[in-house]
């Protein structure tokens, strides 16, 4: 359902911060941000936090303060992230006492954030009520936010489930956890997007030396013939992969966004460079910030109708 809010003459959609506390400061001064009691404000603007708030910085708590009084205090959005789905995950686990190797990876990724609330478990109950309170993905009359992907198809299942876009519902929440279940494909699609196994038993080794045998792929790539055409991650594919043809059922497993949808923010997919458009309505505002990368923005006014370069902002 689109939102319409009163009384904004725009908003600055804020990537993946993970952590860095200093660059979402220097980020928001930047863009005329104020701090006051009520945390970060700006006298005709919001924020709209993209997601991947926590893991792997160094202030973790910080950023969690900084967005969790900005959105309260109505001076900010934000959409959950995979990593703070990851941390919902890992205490439902932990609470009903379950033992796995899925918890144990989930452990080691969370292993940041987890020891920086370690003395602080009332904190860390707060900021996973939070997690909960967040919406899976924001649609605007103007533009559309979700961190990893939108698919249509799977905003309607998500209607359709009579849940609410939050994953404060107990069921929903313990639902998406189960493999190949509707609540478990909505999520997985809209917080980590669409990917690719590859064939032949391969695997690929990423930067942070996790092996993997699935790599992440675009959703907007119109007709695409090769692995060459839909891959779209910093890690590359094995040697000779890149031109292996990608059969029909393949195809049937990817997402196309049309080019006359509304612009589309998202996260995720730790970019790298100079910050630039996707495509004419899509952006990506990861650049890995907490990889000595970018904290990227877009400052998107009320009236736009499409996406322009100029209006990207960031600190690195």
Request: proline share 3%; with cysteine.
């Amino acid at each position: 359902m689109s939102q319409t809010l009163p009384h904004v003459e725009g908003f600055d959609v804020i990537g993946d911060v993970h952590g860095c506390a200093d660059l979402l400061r220097r980020l928001l001064v930047k863009m005329g941000y104020q701090e006051s009691a009520e945390g970060f404000t700006h006298p005709l603007r919001k924020v709209i936090f993209l997601g991947d708030l926590i893991d792997r910085g160094p202030a973790i708590r910080e950023v969690v303060s900084i967005a969790k009084s900005m959105v309260e205090n109505g001076n900010a959005y934000a959409v959950v992230g995979n990593h703070e789905y990851n941390a919902l995950v890992y205490d439902l686990l932990v609470s009903n006492g379950v033992e796995s190797a899925r918890r144990d990876r989930l452990g080691e990724l969370l292993a940041e954030s987890l020891s920086q609330y370690e003395n602080h478990p009332e904190c860390w109950q707060e900021a996973l009520a939070w997690f909960k309170s967040l919406p899976l993905h924001l649609e605007f009359d103007d533009f559309r936010i979700v961190h990893a992907c939108w698919d249509q198809t799977k905003v309607d299942d998500l209607a359709a489930l009579s849940y609410s876009q939050h994953l404060n519902d107990a069921v929903f929440l313990q639902q998406s956890t189960v493999f190949g279940s509707p609540e478990n494909i909505i999520v997985e699609r809209l917080l980590r997007g669409t990917d690719l196994k590859l064939a032949d038993g391969l695997t690929l080794t990423g930067d942070d030396g996790v092996v993997r045998q699935r790599f992440r792929t675009k959703f907007w790539t119109h007709s695409p013939k090769t692995y060459h055409d839909v891959v779209f991650q910093p890690d590359r594919l094995p040697e000779g992969v890149d031109c292996q043809q990608l059969t029909e059922e393949e195809k049937k497993h990817l997402v196309y966004y049309e080019k006359d949808e509304k612009p589309l923010f998202v996260g995720h997919y730790w970019r790298q460079g100079k910050p630039r458009l996707i495509c004419s309505n899509i952006v990506c505002l990861d650049y890995s910030a907490v990889k000595q990368g970018k904290l990227v923005a877009y400052r998107f006014d009320d009236g736009d109708k499409g996406l322009d370069v100029s209006k990207l902002w960031w600190v690195k």
